[in-house]
């Protein structure tokens, strides 16, 4: 088999994939379910609801709050309490919209069978038509980014997709929640796949997953042959090497199909590639299929102290701490507590933050080994260089944004950075390599922006 | 001989032709300056801390000239020199000038370690700024004082620090020149440049934060809650509720105190004000706050002569 991998940096951090066989639950219903109005890259979405309204599972509680937005819909039946703020993922009290949960009822357009509808059923499914299911759903990128899925299938008219790639990676300590998917889902994903290349007018298709998740693979290349083998598409599953930050966009693009994206503000598409996490596959067929909106999502609910680890369908609204209860409960003693993984998982202060669209995991890690080691100074021994995926040079990125000297951090590519924190994992000095790097980035950033807003 | 001769001879030429194009040049290509820049420049302290909104002093000082030139010193001033320096300015520039009104810094926060519960710890890199792109921070207060000295680092006077038992930025009033580099440093906007007042009185909501009242009171003891009643006390129209925070305006406010009375979070501050006076209509309480004192100063000065 040939096993391929990114060319630049990376590391392998201890893989911890405690829920790998723990197969999905169903989490339970919550008693009050929070929406961000800001779930996703863009514009917060608009309200449309008001206190005292009825929803149903299913119901448009926010539209698209600009061009690059998204829609939200309630994923609980019951009564509006309030628009109000909450504290979410980013740490702060942000607007949302608060529903008390009353029994379980659906939209009626929600197709709820499990029937697997096939594209060549369909025939009245044109491009068009299935961006414009996306784009209504309210789909977003699902491996964490959220970006909105529609934008990502119209590409700018100087660019071209010559394919699709399914990141389905899971590079990040603890997650296996894109796994359990692939077990339990493969046909959905596949039709997810044809919809997402038909929507880019495309005929060929890639599905990335690393070697950590051999049944995966195995099931997926069998699928694949099934159902594509004597269609006009080409399909391929590409085994990757465990590589960390393999799911991060460039990173899969160079792996599978050995293309550079240049530095920003060229994006995957303009090397021809469309990348798209395996849980939008999902949720594309769903969408498109079953007039299914995005409200609920896989997650991973993990830790080593945690009792019961486990995989759950999960109604997007549900706060962290009835997933952590249905766990056994948070471990004594203290705790980190991330939305994501250990790598780029954002660390919280509330365990009442709700599962949100781009909550791929709850990570709960012991505060003993969450503590970070007193830094020492730089030695100069290069192993960030060597580890960064980018090919940038993070202890000097580090210090220039220390002292200030935004001028040279522009000049030396900061906003190359995609933050995925490789430098800081292997710096032998326990230097904060990233946090520096990331204030720099997001200072850089703004100068950018307000330059172009004087043109 | 000869060559010593010649290289004399050849050098000197060189020296004469070169002499005579710097000569020309320095003549054609003269940048006139007004020598009252550089007068001018000597008056300003010097710091370059950009608190005038300058690059430097030398920047302000050539604004100030072409502000005297336009007729005009309105909207300069130099929150270091103060009127002094101004008043020299001005009258070198043969101005009169509006003299600013003294300001100080005013960090808006109170929330020490006692009246805002630590939720959290932070491991990450020391910074505010770090902090507060992190979340918010190690309180449940995502406005609040972050105590890392992102203010202290960019004081150039030593003017401002953190205060170690209260975890909050404190101002030195008599180093502090109001430049407003520590407003600037401060992520959550949370110093203000204010208005010192008469005899360094004045009073000031020390909360910035825009929680609804519940949220601000869960997160912090003497949070402002916008409960707005600080707004219908002043006569003055002063206060503004806005976002559930209030502001005291410092020109309308005329420091009667009456807000900091009816505030029930004890938000608003009043500094520099002399203690309160003893009520005369009650003598056992006016006797109460004195007699204390009494013994707490006596005490030092008998152990003193004890040890004499």
């Known amino acids: 088999m040939n096993i391929r991998t990114f060319r630049i940096g990376g590391v392998h951090p201890e893989e911890n994939k405690l829920t790998h066989d723990a197969a999905t639950q169903v989490a339970a219903l919550p008693k009050q379910a929070v929406y961000p109005l800001s779930q996703h890259i863009g514009a917060p979405a608009k309200p449309v609801v008001k206190k005292g309204d009825k929803v149903k599972v299913g119901t448009m509680i926010a539209e698209a709050g600009g061009f690059v937005s998204a829609p939200i819909f309630s994923a609980v039946s019951g009564t509006v309490l309030k628009i109000d703020t909450a504290i979410d993922a980013t740490g702060y009290r942000k607007p949302v919209i608060i529903i008390n949960v009353e029994g379980d009822e659906w939209e009626e357009s929600i197709d709820r069978s499990d029937k697997l509808e096939t594209v060549e059923a369909h025939p009245e499914l044109t491009p068009e038509e299935i961006i414009s299911r996306v784009k209504d759903a309210g789909v977003v990128g699902m491996g964490g980014a959220c970006f909105p899925t529609f934008i990502k299938l119209t590409p700018p008219p100087t660019a071209k997709a010559e394919c699709v790639i399914i990141n389905a990676v899971e590079c990040e300590p603890y997650i296996t929640a894109d796994f359990r998917l692939m077990m339990e889902h493969p046909d959905e994903i596949l039709v997810g796949l044809e919809l997402l290349m038909k929507a880019a007018k495309v005929n060929t298709g890639y599905i990335g997953i690393e070697t950590n998740k051999m049944p995966a693979i195995e099931l997926l290349s069998e699928k694949v042959a099934q159902k594509f083998g004597a269609s006009a598409y080409h399909v391929e599953v590409v085994p990757l090497k465990q590589r960390y930050p393999q799911g991060g966009e460039k990173q899969l693009v160079d792996a599978v199909i050995r293309r550079q994206v240049p530095a920003p503000p060229a994006i995957p598409v303009n090397v021809g590639a469309i990348v798209q996490n395996v849980g939008t596959a999902f949720a594309v067929y769903e969408a498109v299929m079953k007039h299914k909106p995005l409200f609920e999502r896989y997650t991973t609910v993990t830790g080593k102290r945690l009792a019961n680890p486990g995989n759950f369908l999960v109604r997007m609204g549900t706060p962290m701490q009835d997933l952590i209860d249905a766990c056994g409960g948070m471990p004594e003693g203290d705790n980190k507590l991330l939305a994501g993984g250990p790598m780029m998982g954002k660390a919280l202060t509330s365990t009442e933050v709700p599962i949100c669209k781009g909550t791929n995991s709850v990570t709960i890690i012991s505060g003993d080994e969450a503590r970070r080691k007193e830094p020492q100074p730089c030695i100069r021994c290069a192993k960030c260089v060597g580890a960064c995926p980018m090919g940038l040079e993070p202890y000097l990125l580090a210090k220039i944004s220390e002292v200030k000297n935004w001028e040279r951090a522009e000049r030396e590519d900061i906003v190359s950075c995609i933050e995925c924190g490789s430098c800081q994992f292997t710096c032998p000095a326990h230097r904060p390599l990233l946090d520096n790097i990331r204030q720099g980035k997001s200072t850089v950033m703004g100068i950018i922006r307000a330059r172009a807003a004087k043109k | ?308």
């Open chain 2, 1 to 308: 001989m000869d060559f010593i001769l010649i290289a004399v001879i050849v050098l000197g030429a060189i020296a004469l032709i070169a002499a005579v194009v710097l000569f020309a040049a320095s003549k054609k290509f003269a940048v006139y300056e007004d020598p009252r820049i550089a007068q001018v420049s000597e008056l300003l302290p010097g710091a370059n801390c950009g608190g005038c909104g300058f690059a430097g002093c030398g920047g302000m000082a050539d604004a100030l000239v072409k502000g005297a030139d336009a007729g005009s010193l309105d909207g300069l001033n130099c929150p270091v020199g103060g009127a002094d320096v101004m008043g020299q300015v001005a009258d070198l520039l043969g101005m009169a000038i509006a003299n600013g009104e003294p300001k100080v810094a005013v960090v808006r926060c109170n929330g020490t370690c006692e009246n805002r519960p630590r939720i959290a710890e932070y491991a990450g890199l020391r910074t505010c700024a770090a902090m507060h792109a992190c979340g918010a921070g190690e309180t449940a207060c995502g406005f609040g004082c972050l105590g890392c000295g992102d203010c202290v680092e960019a004081c150039q006077f030593d003017a401002i620090r953190i205060n170690p038992e209260t975890g909050i930025a404190e101002v030195d009033e008599e180093k502090c020149v109001a430049c407003g580099a520590c407003a600037k440093a401060c992520p959550r906007g949370i110093i203000e440049l204010r208005k010192k007042g008469p005899k360094g009185r004045r009073v000031f909501v020390s909360c910035v934060n825009k929680d609804k009242g519940p949220a601000a009171m869960k997160a912090c003891q003497v949070s402002c809650i916008g409960c707005g009643k600080c707004e219908k006390e002043c006569a003055f129209g002063a206060i503004t509720v806005e976002n559930n925070l209030a502001y005291i305006d410092p020109e309308k406010c005329r420091l009667c105190r009456k807000c900091e009375k009816v505030c029930p979070k004890h938000a608003i501050i009043a500094v520099n004000f002399p203690a309160p006076k003893p009520k005369p209509e009650n003598p056992a309480n006016a006797e109460n706050p004195a007699s204390p004192a009494n013994p707490a100063n006596q005490q030092p000065i008998e152990r003193k002569e004890a040890a004499v």
